[in-house]
T-cell receptor, first 110, second 111 residues
């Protein structure tokens, strides 16, 4: 079945450093979504990527969708303490099945 | 403001007991979902409904049941058949192919 792997599982960074999380699917995706879950909270939708090679930016966050539509990345420039949380990708594959990655937990050290 | 309301926030269940988690949305979304979240794992789909009076099993439906009698409501019952129910349960809705809107979740603990 469709599998979505996300790495790393955990990441600790000093405030001001950059951070990247990667998402890899076993199958080609029609789209990929990214969510952020603050500690003790619920996932909040950030963005959706649809096109091969697509790049979207939201302030310090840059999202990329791979050319083969099987991988994606989220890059945060100059992290802040407000970036703390777990970042999930969710890929839509065949039959519109959505599979969530296992998440990357980001800790920012002030 | 439109959104999804889940209740209760915390729920304690005794062995052999059925419990029902509430989920209500006022977003006028057609599709509603129940996900289970365990530490270190991604969200796993329990049940989903794309229209009133219809629902389908997700990847981990055993030990759970749902109903969708109204567009706004999608309650989840955790039955005594669910052997390991302690988890964080998230209800979500969406319209079309866009992103999910999640509720604030219910933390269920077996005592």
């Amino acid at each position: 079945g469709q599998q979505v792997m996300q790495i790393p599982q955990y990441q600790h960074v000093q405030e001001g450093e950059d951070f990247t999380t990667y998402c890899n699917s076993s199958t080609t995706l029609s789209n990929i979504q990214w969510y952020k879950q603050r500690p003790g909270g619920h996932p909040v939708f950030l963005i959706q990527l649809v096109k091969s090679g697509e790049v979207k930016k939201q302030k310090r966050l840059t999202f990329q969708f791979g050319e083969a539509k099987k991988n994606s990345s989220l890059h945060i420039t100059a992290t802040q303490t407000t970036d703390v949380g777990t970042y999930f990708c969710a890929g839509t594959g065949g039959y519109q099945k959505v599979t969530f990655g296992t998440g990357t937990k980001l800790q920012v050290i002030p | 403001d439109g959104g999804i309301t889940q209740s209760p926030k915390y729920l304690f269940r005794k062995e052999g007991q059925n419990v029902t988690l509430s989920c209500e949305q006022n977003l006028n979304h057609d599709a509603m979902y129940w996900y289970r979240q365990d530490p270190g794992q991604g969200l796993r789909l329990i049940y989903y409904s794309q229209i009133v009076n219809d629902f389908q099993k997700g990847d981990i439906a055993e030990g759970y049941s749902v109903s969708r009698e109204k567009k706004e409501s999608f309650p989840l019952t955790v039955t005594s058949a669910q052997k390991n129910p302690t988890a964080f349960y998230l209800c979500a809705s969406k319209q079309g192919t866009y992103g999910y809107t999640f509720g604030s979740g219910t933390r269920l603990t077996v005592v």
